[in-house]
């Protein structure tokens, strides 16, 4: 065999040995929105470690993936801490449908979100929205526990508006943008609000931080907290604001192997610049705060890593 051969050879086998060497998993993610990008950065910062290749699993909706990941067909997930929550315990949007099978990986970053109003609007607190056009969700949909939180912050009744029946988020803001809806959910500081606010002026309205309010929203939205938030911090505060607050997640199946989901959670650590490079969805992340209590259990390779940081509270 010449030497051009010889080499050749090695040079593949070299490259087959690393390929081989690097485990594959599956992230389930969505096709579209925020879900879908904050899947499509954590699987690339990752992949990019070596040690562990994962590729985004996307499909329509969480609800669709959860499942999967819950029967191992899937290693690890994505979503806010609200639907997880309701997953586990087979409450609210899961109703029945239990998913014990999920374990905590990483608290990713904070998802701030808040309703907003037009400038000139005579609407200054979520208990003025009585009478209003409010957009409103289909039963157990993710919109229709955060409006239902909002409206239970306030002590106010979804009866007593003026219902704006609407199928999904970008209707929603269709709807406010056009006129038809008075108010809108929106991710604070995301790119609509800020194109809303260019058109036509926007103003957050604040909600109420008093212990028995937040007890009154975590009802609906658990695990949920508030932010105060300075006045100029995005447009459309111009003054101190309360905004909700839920955090975003990371799971894997209790079965996937504690050596992948070590590799997971070390890789995130290692990659919290790039993650925070990923977009303004990652605004928040911290690499301390990964082992975070979220209520839920962790998988015992994230604990093993975490307590090998330093930063696993027993």
């Known amino acids: 065999m010449s030497l051009k051969h010889l080499t050749s050879l090695t040079i593949a086998l070299t490259l087959t040995a690393g390929a081989v060497a ?10 579209r929105g925020g879900t879908s990008q904050i899947g499509r950065t954590l699987s690339a910062a990752i992949s990019e470690v070596g040690d562990l290749q994962m590729r985004p699993q996307e499909l329509a909706n969480t609800a669709d993936y ?14 806010n801490v609200v639907q997880l929550t309701y997953a586990v315990n087979g409450t609210g949007m899961s109703e029945g449908r239990p998913n014990d099978n999920l374990q905590m990986v990483a608290t990713l970053m904070p998802f701030r979100n808040a309703y907003i109003v037009r400038k000139d609007s005579d609407i200054k607190t979520v208990a003025d929205l009585k009478g209003k056009r409010v957009p409103v969700f289909a039963d157990k949909a993710l919109g229709d526990y955060v409006t239902k939180g909002y ?29 038809s ?56 505060i111009e003054e101190a604001t ?10 894997a199946g209790k079965d996937v192997s504690e050596d992948m ?50 930063v696993w509270a027993e």
Do not use: C
């Open 181 to 236: 809806a008075d108010v809108a959910i929106v991710v604070v500081g995301a790119g609509n609000s800020r194109e809303y606010d260019a058109s036509f002026g926007i103003r957050y309205l604040s909600f109420d931080d008093s212990p028995e309010a937040l007890e009154r929203m975590r009802v609906l939205l658990p695990q949920t907290y508030m932010q105060e938030m300075p006045a100029g911090s995005v447009p459309g």
């Open 261 to 310: 989901v070590y590799k997971a959670a070390k890789a995130l650590w290692e990659k919290e610049a790039d993650l925070l490079g990923g977009g303004p969805f990652w605004n928040g992340f911290a690499k301390e705060a990964m082992g975070k209590d979220v209520g839920l259990t962790y998988h015992p390779g994230a604990i093993k890593f975490y307590k090998e940081m330093g």
């Open 151 to 179: 409206f239970a912050n306030a002590d106010v009744s979804l009866e007593e508006v003026e219902g704006v029946a609407v199928p999904n988020f970008p209707r929603m803001w269709a709807s406010f943008a056009e006129g």
């Open 22 to 31: 690097a485990e594959l998993a599956a992230l389930g993610s969505t096709a």
């Open 66 to 79: 959860i499942p999967l990941v819950n029967a191992g067909e899937i290693e690890f997930g994505i979503a």
């Open 242 to 251: 309360n905004v909700n607050v839920f955090d975003y997640t990371f799971f």
